[in-house]
């Protein structure tokens, strides 16, 4: 079930995406990071236990990035994070946003749910904010992929 985060669930959200942050595959977030974006978040619940999570995070009026998206090591293959995926770009049209970006280390992942390739440096230098707290800044070795909705 998938369900949009309560400020209750802070900690889990912290723990999932830090497991990947420990592997250079993701940003860490503090507590205080995820306080200030939980209407950003939903989790994904699976026997009343949250085991995955996904941000989408407006950008400029007709942009938004899908962040943070982890799931729990023992869920991968069921579709959770592609489920999550998907919730979140309905809510990105319900709100108006016309185009959602990700930058990642798995593209393919995203290209299966019609995301395409472009070059990072197109992309707003305002959504550089947060590489900023990245180890790997400005060597950034990500992907940058992008959905753009029909009208």
Known sequence: MIREALIS???VIQSLVNEYAKKGE???LSL???YERILE???YECDNKIVGCCSLHPTWEDLAE???LAVDINFHGRDIGHNMVKYN???AKK???KKVFALT???LFFEKLGFYKIEKEILPKKIWTDCLKCIKFPDCDESAVILEFKD
């Open 32 to 34: 205080n990071d995820i």
């Open 26 to 28: 993701m940003i860490p």
């Open 66 to 68: 899908i962040r943070s």
């Open 95 to 97: 709100i108006g946003i």
């Open 105 to 107: 280390y798995k593209p």
């Open 41 to 43: 978040f939903i989790v």
């Open 89 to 91: 770009l309905e809510r």
């Open 9 to 11: 669930d802070a900690k």
